[in-house]
């Protein structure tokens, strides 16, 4: 079987402009530290980032904000970041916000090849959109069109070297969604394991989805309530 | 927001009533984060986070945080005893396919008609529309739990929402630091009243228009 671990210099060479990029987490919980610093050291621009949320200013994918390197950013929340915000009022930073259960339900459908997919979810006016709709048996409905990236990049507890996944408490979120919806999935993993060492029934994400694991450098912030 | 511990007490403990036995409950952040202290644990309720817990526990002691176990605020907590992690689509599918039996959230103003603003302030800072949508549409009971008036001292329970709406026809019941009125059909309801305020306070300090259950109960 095919053996994902790969280097620090192999994953900056990935990074390239203009890239869409999924980033995995939910307030800085799950979001990759050692892959979010190659990304930053890439000094890749006009990134379009799919994430939840724009964690903190110095916690996870918060800290792509300060040097520009994000163009736009597809989300539910930005409320925890004010740079984000700032970046955003003065022009320097597209947002696209979405509620959470419909991002994810888009970013669900690109990665399990589906175009898009109906909700009755009404949104549109509150967020000021045009969104296109139908209706089927007097329900009007909105077609919610899929995401992928060409990148995602996911944080994991264990791996083993096929790139199974095993996620820890509430770092799950977004990750196995997202593992699925990208050209390149890049796995962070604290552990890497030998094949076997990983018992089938506890695999979250299996490793067909999984195109390089890294071993994680640790998380390299303090939380927000430390 | 000006709310002393006591009122924020009363107004927790009041929409614990409102869940019947092993009901699934999600608290919204602000306000009705509160109520999380005030839930009877022989209850049987199970609270849930939209970031991916079902059974969540109290907040943890300073020095036994686990920085991987939090709720959707981003702060640590803990599970409970058959309680669950799960990822972001199996939350929403929770929360949209209609398995919440009761969601409280905060507001920025509910209509007489039952309409919930509780996203934006145009103009102001903007954090995005978060988890609220799908719960405000889809919760069996929304509870809004928010203070009665705004900083500016307006009524937040008016004729017709002036911000940016979160969802129409959503409200069953608001809870402030005065009263508790139920929105039904006819409109609103006013049926208990906080002590230590007056009815005539209420109705002063409310735009929409209530109309008096029987009998009022006073707390």
């Known amino acids: 079987m095919i053996n994902k671990e790969t280097t620090e210099k192999y994953i900056r060479g990935l990074f390239k402009h203009g890239q869409t990029i999924m980033v995995g987490g939910f307030g800085g919980i799950g979001n990759p530290p050692t892959l979010l610093k190659l990304l930053k050291q890439s000094s890749t621009s006009s990134l379009t980032m799919i994430s939840n949320d724009a964690a903190f200013p110095d916690i996870g994918v918060g800290r792509l904000f300060s040097n520009n390197q994000v163009k736009q950013l597809i989300t539910s929340h930005i409320g925890s970041n004010p740079l984000a915000g700032e970046k955003m009022l003065q022009g320097d930073l597209q947002v696209e916000f979405c509620p959470q259960g419909i991002l994810m339900e888009r970013i669900r459908a690109g990665g399990v090849g589906l175009p898009a997919f109906l909700s009755n979810i009404q949104y549109a006016e509150a967020l000021n959109l045009e969104k296109e709709k139908i209706e089927i048996d007097d329900q009007v409905l909105y077609i919610e069109k899929a995401l992928k990236a060409d990148i995602a990049l996911i944080y994991a507890k264990k791996s083993d070297r096929f790139g199974n996944l095993f996620y820890e408490s509430t770092a799950i979120n977004t990750a196995p969604v997202m593992a699925m919806a990208a050209t390149i999935t890049i796995v962070e993993a604290e552990e890497i394991l030998e094949l076997g060492e990983l018992q089938p029934n506890e695999i979250m994400t299996p490793g067909i989805f999984v195109n390089h694991v890294l071993l994680s450098k640790g998380v390299d912030w303090k939380w927000a309530w430390e | ?219």
């Open chain 2, 1 to 219: 927001m000006g709310l002393g511990i006591e009122q924020i007490k009363k107004m927790a403990q009041r929409a614990e009533l409102e869940m019947q036995r092993n009901s699934i409950v999600n608290l919204g952040i602000g306000l009705p984060s509160y109520v999380t202290d005030y839930i009877r644990p022989e209850k049987g309720i199970m609270l849930q986070a939209e970031n991916g817990i079902l059974g969540m526990g109290s907040t943890p002691k300073k020095g036994y945080e686990d920085p991987m176990i939090c709720h959707a605020g981003g702060l640590p907590t803990t599970i409970q005893k058959g309680g669950s992690f799960f990822d972001s689509t199996q939350s929403f599918a929770m929360i949209r396919g209609g398995y919440i039996d009761v969601a409280i959230l905060g507001g920025l103003e509910v209509s007489e008609q039952g309409d919930l603003a509780n996203w934006i302030i145009p103009g102001k800072k903007v954090s995005g529309i978060g988890g609220a949508i799908e719960l405000a549409q889809k919760a069996k009971k929304l509870i809004i739990m928010m203070t009665h008036q705004n900083k500016n001292g307006q009524s937040k329970i008016v004729k017709r929402c002036q911000l940016p709406l979160t969802a129409e026809k959503c409200v069953n019941m608001i809870i402030t630091e005065k009263a508790v009125i139920h929105v039904s059909k006819r409109g609103l309801e006013l049926k208990e009243i906080f002590l230590p305020y007056s009815l005539e306070e209420v109705l002063q300090s409310t735009e929409a228009s209530l109309y008096l259950s029987p009998t009022i109960l006073r707390r």
